[in-house]
């Protein structure tokens, strides 16, 4: 008899939980279901694949992003995970993700397929809100997106994908309506992302880089963006700080200690670097290179510098990755100019007078002596007169 009971209690505290967790996670269970059908759908669509402009992420986002919309399908809520992921999505926000967002492409691409995901179902949400104001237009919408996803292949990104849905949604509406959902997913950068590349003025928060560990095949990865920067002066340097870092991807849960293997490298000109992949080799045209170093405890902050003669003019840079994935926080760029312009006492006025910005004594607070490394043949000692 004790033991019928102990069954009982245990089946009744099997029902509870089923019935707590299908009231509390049923969008994370819908996300996971839109998973299994983009497998059966669209077995071959990949997680990421390096083309031209070093790995592009997007199809991870793609894969993320139709399984948050499969919750969207069900419930016609935005927020992902509300239960479960309340904080999760940053401070304040009240789930996991929200499809109602101001992501674009590629300003916010992070290399992470759930963080991936945000610019493209950003951009499904409000096409589907201002095209779809009833629910038999949000079913035909819906439709149509389902009907995108099908036979999706191992190269397909946010602009195939993209151009499919607005081919489907002409079919299922009209014409009118397709190029008004064409320029929501234009002004999200989902046609191009702008050949995924930055603006190295802004600091870029977080960027994960994929590695060897992850993206099998490749003796080295291309980080998944590019970073612009625009030189004003002749430098003798260009360098990337990283404030933190850490392991990524399963080693950071796997406790990998594998240490990191990054690179910086570099191209002048207007056009962003090229790359190209034959089995194992993967080749770039860029012209310098320079490891980056990785602190080994504490925050894990990095640098890489690469020292060369770099007239003024345009620069592209990217990370290169040959060992396992890694996640860099706070990545800024800056350059070391070959005559930077300084602030000095006015008795100092030896100085090449274009590269100089006389103040008085009273706001040169450096320390005595202060030696100043410009980059040229010697170093020069600036001291404060009186």
Same mark, same amino acid.
């Given at each position: 008899?004790?033991?019928?009971?102990?069954?009982?209690?245990?089946?009744?505290?099997?029902?509870?939980?089923?019935?707590?967790?299908?009231?509390?996670?049923?969008?994370?269970?819908?996300?996971?279901?839109?998973?299994?059908?983009?497998?059966?759908?669209?077995?071959?669509?990949?997680?990421?694949?390096?083309?031209?402009?070093?790995?592009?992420?997007?199809?991870?986002?793609?894969?993320?992003?139709?399984?948050?919309?499969?919750?969207?399908?069900?419930?016609?809520?935005?927020?992902?995970? $509300?239960? #479960?992921?309340?904080?999760?999505?940053?401070?304040?926000?009240? &789930? +996991?993700? @929200?499809?109602?967002?101001?992501?674009? *492409?590629?300003?916010?691409?992070?290399?992470?397929?759930?963080?991936?995901?945000?610019?493209?179902?950003?951009?499904?949400?409000?096409?589907?809100?201002?095209?779809?104001?009833?629910?038999?237009?949000?079913?035909?919408?819906?439709?149509?997106?389902?009907?995108?996803?099908?036979?999706?292949?191992?190269?397909?990104?946010?602009?195939?994908?993209?151009?499919?849905?607005?081919?489907?949604? $002409?079919? #299922?509406?009209?014409?009118?309506?397709?190029?008004?959902?064409? &320029? +929501?997913? @234009?002004?999200?950068?989902?046609?191009? *992302?702008?050949?995924?590349?930055?603006?190295?003025?802004?600091?870029?928060?977080?960027?994960?880089?994929?590695?060897?560990?992850?993206?099998?095949?490749?003796?080295?990865?291309?980080?998944?963006?590019?970073?612009?920067?625009?030189?004003?002066?002749?430098?003798?340097?260009?360098?990337?700080?990283?404030?933190?870092?850490?392991?990524?991807?399963?080693?950071?849960?796997?406790?990998?200690?594998?240490?990191?293997?990054?690179?910086?490298?570099?191209?002048?000109?207007?056009?962003?670097?090229?790359?190209?992949?034959?089995?194992?080799?993967?080749?770039?045209?860029?012209?310098?290179?320079?490891?980056?170093?990785?602190?080994?405890?504490?925050?894990?902050?990095?640098?890489?510098?690469?020292?060369?003669?770099?007239?003024?003019?345009?620069?592209?840079?990217?990370?290169?990755?040959?060992?396992?994935?890694?996640?860099?926080?706070?990545?800024?760029?800056?350059?070391?100019?070959?005559?930077?312009?300084?602030?000095?006492?006015?008795?100092?006025?030896?100085?090449?007078?274009?590269?100089?910005?006389?103040?008085?004594?009273?706001?040169?607070?450096?320390?005595?002596?202060?030696?100043?490394?410009?980059?040229?043949?010697?170093?020069?000692?600036?001291?404060?007169?009186?």
């Amino acid at each position: 008899m004790s033991g019928y009971r102990t069954r009982t209690t245990l089946s009744s505290t099997y029902r509870w939980l089923l019935s707590f967790l299908s009231l509390h996670y049923l969008q994370q269970i819908y996300h996971e279901f839109g998973h299994a059908v983009m497998y059966t759908v669209s077995p071959s669509l990949t997680a990421g694949f390096i083309d031209a402009y070093g790995f592009n992420t997007t199809p991870g986002g793609l894969h993320e992003g139709y399984a948050d919309l499969m919750t969207m399908f069900v419930t016609d809520d935005p927020e992902i995970g $509300e239960y #479960a992921g309340a904080g999760l999505g940053g401070p304040g926000s009240t &789930a +996991i993700r @929200d499809i109602d967002n101001q992501a674009s *492409c590629p300003e916010d691409l992070v290399g992470e397929s759930h963080a991936d995901s945000l610019p493209f179902t950003g951009a499904v949400w409000a096409a589907r809100s201002q095209v779809a104001d009833t629910p038999e237009k949000k079913t035909t919408f819906d439709e149509a997106l389902f009907a995108a996803q099908q036979g999706l292949g191992a190269t397909d990104d946010f602009q195939t994908v993209a151009a499919i849905i607005v081919a489907e949604i $002409e079919t #299922a509406f009209d014409e009118t309506t397709a190029n008004t959902v064409q &320029a +929501i997913f @234009d002004n999200r950068g989902l046609n191009g *992302c702008n050949n995924r590349v930055l603006n190295a003025s802004v600091t870029k928060a977080m960027l994960y880089v994929g590695g060897t560990d992850s993206v099998q095949g490749p003796s080295e990865v291309p980080g998944p963006v590019q970073h612009k920067y625009e030189l004003s002066e002749d430098a003798v340097s260009i360098s990337i700080t990283i404030e933190a870092s850490q392991a990524g991807g399963m080693g950071s849960f796997l406790g990998n200690q594998d240490p990191p293997n990054l690179k910086i490298v570099i191209k002048g000109g207007g056009d962003p670097i090229t790359w190209t992949r034959d089995g194992a080799d993967v080749n770039g045209d860029y012209t310098e290179d320079a490891t980056i170093e990785i602190g080994a405890s504490g925050l894990r902050p990095g640098t890489g510098i690469i020292e060369a003669s770099f007239p003024a003019g345009t620069y592209h840079l990217q990370v290169v990755n040959a060992g396992p994935t890694w996640l860099l926080q706070n990545i800024s760029g800056s350059s070391g100019l070959l005559f930077p312009t300084i602030c000095v006492p006015v008795s100092r006025r030896r100085l090449h007078r274009s590269h100089v910005a006389f103040c008085p004594d009273s706001i040169f607070s450096l320390p005595h002596p202060v030696r100043l490394q410009l980059g040229i043949k010697y170093p020069l000692v600036l001291s404060r007169s009186g």
